[in-house]
């Protein structure tokens, strides 16, 4: 009774609101992810990974917009503040459809590189791209403004969406086809944007942002643009090189491989979304920033050894549960993908500290690590074992390099 009484009385904070939200959607979005790999099979199901995996690097592309926003919303106020917002949009929507049309204009091409069965499913996924990035450009003022509650539905509608759409229209219309999963991305994308915010349009004559307001946006936009490409590199360059140099079935063996892997780094995606607008406030108080470093690195090394250990303790469990038994050539490679993923993670949470800080080292560090991963994997390709090993390899020397970093900027 006494417990409780406490629990009533304690009220949650807009942040562990947001963290909650943030697992809900993660764990929607691995049983959308699971429930296709058990439905579609390994070969059918490399199909769906790589418009999943479109996804992601979508994700990444529109994060840069999304973090720039957020930045900004928390510096600028007022007719700045418009002025920014009215300008962020227009270039968003112009990057999308610019984006947009080209993954339109080269479906059949995109459909030959990647070894998939259908060039539409690219053509449909192409006519959402503008909405993800309206979508990122909302979320961003959310998170900037720290408005957790409104952030958090616009995630669990794109979740929820998704996974109601997708399933429904595959048992409903009894298609297993890479089309209807493509409809259910577009769709979500749609159901993302509510609650939307809908921005003061300000014209160019009256746009009041002073040049070097403008260059320092300029400025983040660029750097925060090229580490969301390393993002994309280290994070599905692994996915897409091997649908590329192996069969449908072993990429999509590789695919559930890479998802339960992953769940070290979705989980520490939600400590970024924290951290990034911290940092920045606590640097624009003049207040000491490094224990919020601290705190999210403990987090996530936490987590990420924890998962790593029922990674190798019980893979063939963990396969079977999730993906099921057609799954189980990968066991032994869990603990060793779930490895790499923690080693990166823990990487990101410094790199994205010191973006915060404008300090941007840290950020062409992770580029180079991440064009290195992708090389290796280019030259060493063997087998699907080998492409673990040459990830392992160039997330621990990213990772030792980071710490490094760290060390010696505390210092001075």
């Known amino acids: 009774m006494q417990l409780l009484a406490t629990l009533k009385t304690r009220k949650i ?18 049983l959308y992810n699971l429930i296709l790999g058990r439905i579609l099979g390994p070969a059918q199901f490399a199909d769906a990974a790589v418009l999943i995996t479109f996804l992601l690097v979508l994700s990444f592309a529109a994060m840069t917009f999304q973090l720039v926003t957020a930045k900004f919303s928390v510096l ?11 300008k962020i949009y227009k270039n968003a929507l112009l990057v999308g459809v610019v984006l947009g049309l080209l993954i339109v204009l080269f479906a059949n091409q995109l459909q030959v590189v990647f070894n998939t069965s259908s060039a539409s499913m690219f053509m449909v996924f192409g006519f959402g791209v503008p909405l993800y990035f309206i979508m990122s450009v909302n979320r961003g003022v959310y998170q900037g403004k720290k408005a957790f509650k409104s952030l958090s539905i616009t995630y669990q ?20 086809s890479s ?11 749609m159901f993302g944007l509510v609650p939307f915010k809908m921005p003061k ?18 400025s983040f936009f660029v750097i925060t643009a090229f580490y969301e490409l390393t993002q994309i590199i280290i994070n599905n360059s ?24 992953r769940i070290v780094y979705f989980i520490a ?30 987090y996530i090394a936490g987590i990420a050894i924890l998962i790593t250990l029922v990674c190798a303790l019980f893979p063939k469990t963990a396969i079977t549960l999730l993906f099921g038994k057609s799954y189980l050539a990968m066991a032994p490679l869990l603990w060793k993908y779930a490895l790499a993923t923690s080693m990166f993670a823990i990487s990101n949470i410094f790199a994205y500290y010191y973006l915060s800080l404008d300090k941007y080292l840290p950020v062409i560090i992770s580029g180079v690590f991440g064009v290195l991963q992708m090389g290796l994997v280019v030259f060493f390709h063997d087998s699907l074992s080998q492409v ?15 710490m490094a970093f760290f060390k010696l900027n505390h210092k001075k």
Not at 238 to 261: C, N, P, Q, R, T
């Open 201 to 218: 349009i300000v014209s160019v004559k009256h746009l009041s942002l002073s040049q070097t307001n403008t260059k320092a946006i300029r």
């Open 238 to 261: 692994d996915i897409l090189l091997v649908k590329h140099y192996f069969e449908s079935y072993d990429a999509g063996l590789y695919a559930s491989l890479a998802l339960i892997g």
């Open 76 to 86: 600028f106020e007022n007719d700045t503040f418009n002025s920014f917002i009215s």
């Open 157 to 176: 509608g794109e979740m929820l969406s998704r996974l109601v759409i997708t399933l429904g229209l595959i048992y409903m219309l009894n298609l297993q």
């Open 269 to 298: 995606w939600m400590f970024v979304m924290l951290l990034l607008p911290t940092v920045i406030q606590l640097k624009k108080e003049g207040k000491e920033t490094a224990p919020v470093l601290f705190k999210y690195v403990a």
């Open 179 to 189: 089309i209807v999963i493509a409809i259910g991305i577009l769709v979500s994308f």
């Open 13 to 30: 904070t807009p942040e562990q609101l947001f963290m909650l939200s943030v697992l809900i959607v993660n764990g929607g979005n691995y």
């Open 388 to 402: 673990v090993h040459m990830q392992i390899i160039a997330m621990l020397l990213l990772l030792i390099i980071q």
